[in-house]
């Protein structure tokens, strides 16, 4: 069985709880519309969202941990916490594999049956992937290296982990690996993951609560702090919708990726 477990930020952490819980909805809907049903979604927030959406196999772990800072640094580390609190509470659904999904983001509907159907492998990382801007007609295919950039990257042999029974959540970092270095991480510890051979996840951006991949050049841009040459933001977008293709009705039904209202 694999399971999603999926951070969610709380509402006083949010700009809008609205929007959150629209985006959340949204991309529990494209998990639980998978081709099998050998899954379970494991949601770790504060309070639960309100919406309208339920499926016998969306679990909530609801936490009482403090409400971050309005800063990059805290909210990461707020969502680092609840990411390993989900780790360790799926130990309870006894997960063959597990897969971190960050709450904004959709999956493709096949993922779960290509799982089932290569249980022999450690795991899988998600070289090639859609990037899509929340509201466009346009989506686009990074053809390598999605995992740097998006959490809803890898799916990991349960087991693997490795976690021990004592965890100091304060300190998340000592017990697992930042999403872009799961990979080499793994081919360290001798038990390398694959790429997925197929693009499997939608990155969604610019949705308004984006925790890094926000609009605009403003100094509460994380991207900003990470990357100040506003002339190679603005070159590389371009390139990106130059090498965009239209969102498909094909494209929507595999990930569930509707239009917000």
Partial sequence: ???????????????????????????????????????????????????????????????????????????KRDKEQKLLMGLVHARKLEPSYIMPVDADD?????????????SHCNGWFVSKGYEYQEGSRLIYLRQEDFYVRCGSCNIIRYNLLNLPENINYDKPRQFYQEHGRVRKFMDKQGTPIEPLPFPAVVYITEHGENNY???????????????PNKFMMVLKKAYKTLNSRPLSPTIRDEFSLYALR
């Fill in 106 to 118: 959709c999956l493709s509907k096949h993922l779960v049956e290509f799982v089932n159907r290569n």
């Fill in 1 to 75: 069985m694999l399971v999603f477990v999926i951070p969610l930020k709380s509402p006083q952490a949010a700009k809008s709880w609205s929007q959150v819980s629209k985006l959340f909805e949204r991309c529990v809907k494209s998990l639980c519309s998978q081709t099998s049903s050998d899954f379970r979604v494991l949601v770790v927030c504060n309070e639960k969202p309100y919406i309208q959406f339920s499926h016998p196999n969306i679990l909530y772990l609801e936490v009482d941990l403090p409400i971050p800072q309005p800063t990059w640094e805290d909210r």
């Fill in 213 to 227: 991949y926000q609009k605009g050049f403003g100094v509460d841009n994380p991207r900003m702090t990470h990357n």
